[in-house]
């Protein structure tokens, strides 16, 4: 059984456990970086790439020169970006029954009375339209 990375200190291993995240879905590589930096960026692979497998969550990180602290702040991004996905799905989740509810909720009588009483004004409109036609 895969691991998770010893990078990966405990309180974060929760975090991905509460996700329901296993280590062999996670993919984890190490690339060199682009931008500034010169030489040593050029030289060094310390830019961390992770994605999640089944949700397809990509993270890279090269903020730092070290690649042990690019790791972690890509372990921990990742653990966030999971987590706001899943916050996202539930709140989605919740706004889709608040609008059937709202949806399907009786009519107030005040409701109601005014619904009436454009339905007359409105008929009143249309009953001055009704008339003989002249030939």
């Not at 994605?51 to 990742?78: D, F, K, M, Y």
């Not at 966030?80 to 539930?90: F, G, H, N, Q, V």
Request: charge should be positive.
């Amino acid at each position: 059984m895969a691991e998770f990375p010893d990078i990966v200190e405990a309180p974060l291993r929760a975090r991905f456990v509460s996700l329901g995240v296993r280590p062999e879905e996670v993919e984890e590589r190490f690339i060199r970086g682009a931008g500034a930096g010169g030489q040593k960026i050029n030289k060094t692979s310390s830019t961390v790439w992770l994605r999640h497998g089944p949700t397809g969550t990509e993270v890279r990180c090269q903020r730092e020169r070290s690649q042990t602290v690019n790791r972690l702040i890509a372990w921990t991004e990742l653990a966030e970006k999971l987590e706001w996905r899943r916050r996202e799905s539930a709140n989605q989740a919740q706004a889709e029954r608040e609008l059937v509810r709202r949806q399907k909720r009786q009519k107030s009588r005040g409701q109601k009375v005014r619904m009436i009483e454009t339905k007359k004004h409105r008929a009143k409109i249309k009953q001055t339209r009704r008339g003989g036609f002249d030939d």
